[in-house]
Protein backbone atom coordinates (compact mmCIF):
# COMPACT_ATOMS: atom_id res chain seq x y z
CA UNK A 1 0.00 0.00 0.00
CA UNK A 2 1.45 3.45 -1.08
CA UNK A 3 1.80 5.82 1.68
CA UNK A 4 2.94 9.37 2.56
CA UNK A 5 2.31 10.27 6.10
CA UNK A 6 3.29 13.58 7.10
CA UNK A 7 4.04 14.89 10.84
CA UNK A 8 5.27 17.48 12.68
CA UNK A 9 2.90 20.43 11.96
CA UNK A 10 1.62 22.61 15.33
CA UNK A 11 0.76 26.23 16.47
CA UNK A 12 4.20 27.99 16.79
CA UNK A 13 5.19 32.60 16.82
CA UNK A 14 6.48 34.58 14.11
CA UNK A 15 10.05 34.02 14.08
CA UNK A 16 10.04 30.19 15.25
CA UNK A 17 10.81 26.81 13.67
CA UNK A 18 9.07 23.83 12.94
CA UNK A 19 10.35 20.64 11.08
CA UNK A 20 7.94 18.95 8.71
CA UNK A 21 8.59 15.04 8.23
CA UNK A 22 7.06 12.92 5.08
CA UNK A 23 7.39 9.27 5.83
CA UNK A 24 7.08 7.27 2.12
CA UNK A 25 6.40 3.33 2.03
CA UNK A 26 4.68 1.52 -0.60
CA UNK A 27 6.90 2.38 -3.67
CA UNK A 28 10.02 3.00 -4.78
CA UNK A 29 11.79 6.04 -3.39
CA UNK A 30 14.68 5.94 -5.02
CA UNK A 31 12.71 6.67 -8.47
CA UNK A 32 10.06 9.62 -7.10
CA UNK A 33 11.11 13.42 -6.69
CA UNK A 34 8.80 14.40 -3.27
CA UNK A 35 7.54 17.77 -3.27
CA UNK A 36 6.07 20.10 -0.20
CA UNK A 37 2.41 21.72 -1.26
CA UNK A 38 0.64 23.75 0.87
CA UNK A 39 -3.02 25.34 1.37
CA UNK A 40 -4.24 28.09 2.78
CA UNK A 41 -7.27 27.15 4.83
CA UNK A 42 -10.94 27.75 3.23
CA UNK A 43 -9.05 27.11 -0.16
CA UNK A 44 -9.94 23.04 -0.84
CA UNK A 45 -9.06 23.07 -4.61
CA UNK A 46 -6.47 20.95 -5.50
CA UNK A 47 -5.68 23.80 -8.03
CA UNK A 48 -5.25 26.27 -4.88
CA UNK A 49 -2.14 23.95 -3.72
CA UNK A 50 0.90 25.79 -3.72
CA UNK A 51 4.35 23.58 -4.41
CA UNK A 52 6.51 25.61 -2.37
CA UNK A 53 9.29 22.58 -2.45
CA UNK A 54 11.21 19.76 -4.26
CA UNK A 55 13.63 17.09 -4.07
CA UNK A 56 14.93 14.46 -6.10
CA UNK A 57 16.79 12.34 -4.58
CA UNK A 58 18.48 10.55 -7.24
CA UNK A 59 20.42 13.51 -8.11
CA UNK A 60 19.83 16.16 -4.98
CA UNK A 61 18.24 18.46 -7.00
CA UNK A 62 16.06 20.37 -4.83
CA UNK A 63 13.69 23.88 -5.65
CA UNK A 64 12.25 26.73 -3.84
CA UNK A 65 9.84 28.40 -4.38
CA UNK A 66 10.82 31.94 -3.60
CA UNK A 67 8.45 32.99 -0.74
CA UNK A 68 10.21 30.46 1.28
CA UNK A 69 13.74 30.64 -0.18
CA UNK A 70 16.42 31.12 2.30
CA UNK A 71 14.21 30.38 5.20
CA UNK A 72 13.00 26.88 4.54
CA UNK A 73 15.26 23.98 4.11
CA UNK A 74 14.03 20.32 2.45
CA UNK A 75 16.41 17.67 2.61
CA UNK A 76 15.80 13.25 2.31
CA UNK A 77 17.09 10.37 4.60
CA UNK A 78 17.19 7.61 1.66
CA UNK A 79 17.92 5.40 3.87
CA UNK A 80 14.82 5.84 5.89
CA UNK A 81 12.22 7.18 3.44
CA UNK A 82 11.88 10.50 4.63
CA UNK A 83 12.00 13.83 3.69
CA UNK A 84 12.13 16.68 6.05
CA UNK A 85 11.10 20.52 5.40
CA UNK A 86 12.88 22.34 7.98
CA UNK A 87 10.91 25.93 8.47
CA UNK A 88 12.96 28.41 10.06
CA UNK A 89 11.69 32.26 10.73
CA UNK A 90 8.22 31.71 10.24
CA UNK A 91 5.83 34.18 9.54
CA UNK A 92 1.96 34.13 9.77
CA UNK A 93 1.48 34.16 5.94
CA UNK A 94 2.78 30.19 6.20
CA UNK A 95 -0.05 29.16 8.20
CA UNK A 96 -1.48 26.43 6.05
CA UNK A 97 -2.09 22.98 5.45
CA UNK A 98 1.22 21.00 4.34
CA UNK A 99 1.30 18.55 2.26
CA UNK A 100 4.07 15.96 0.99
CA UNK A 101 3.55 14.08 -2.17
CA UNK A 102 5.41 11.89 -4.91
CA UNK A 103 6.08 12.07 -8.65
CA UNK A 104 7.80 9.31 -10.48
CA UNK A 105 11.06 10.70 -11.41
CA UNK A 106 13.02 7.68 -13.44
CA UNK A 107 13.31 6.92 -16.70
CA UNK A 108 11.16 7.84 -18.93
CA UNK A 109 9.10 10.40 -16.67
CA UNK A 110 8.67 13.94 -17.43
CA UNK A 111 11.52 14.64 -14.58
CA UNK A 112 13.76 12.67 -16.53
CA UNK A 113 13.10 14.25 -20.03
CA UNK A 114 12.66 17.94 -18.59
CA UNK A 115 14.75 17.68 -15.38
CA UNK A 116 14.20 21.60 -14.11
CA UNK A 117 10.46 22.57 -14.19
CA UNK A 118 10.42 24.38 -10.92
CA UNK A 119 8.69 20.95 -9.11
CA UNK A 120 5.71 21.37 -11.65
CA UNK A 121 5.04 17.69 -12.51
CA UNK A 122 2.48 15.83 -12.27
CA UNK A 123 2.20 14.03 -8.63
CA UNK A 124 1.11 10.55 -8.08
CA UNK A 125 0.61 10.09 -4.37
CA UNK A 126 -0.35 12.20 -1.52
CA UNK A 127 0.13 12.27 2.31
CA UNK A 128 -3.16 13.77 4.18
CA UNK A 129 -1.41 17.10 5.52
CA UNK A 130 -0.73 18.49 8.85
CA UNK A 131 -1.28 22.15 9.72
CA UNK A 132 0.89 24.43 10.40
CA UNK A 133 -0.65 28.09 11.91
CA UNK A 134 2.07 31.08 12.81
CA UNK A 135 0.81 33.08 14.94
CA UNK A 136 1.81 36.65 14.91
Known amino acids: EVQLVESGGGLVQAGGSLRLSCAAS????????IAWFRQVPGKEREKERE????????????HYTNSVKGRFTISSDNAKKLVYLQMDNLKPEDTAVYYC?????????????????????????WGQGTRVTVSS
Open 101 to 125: AASYSGYGSLWYHEPRRNCRYNYDY
Open 26 to 33: GFSFSDHA
Open 51 to 62: VISCIKSSDGYT
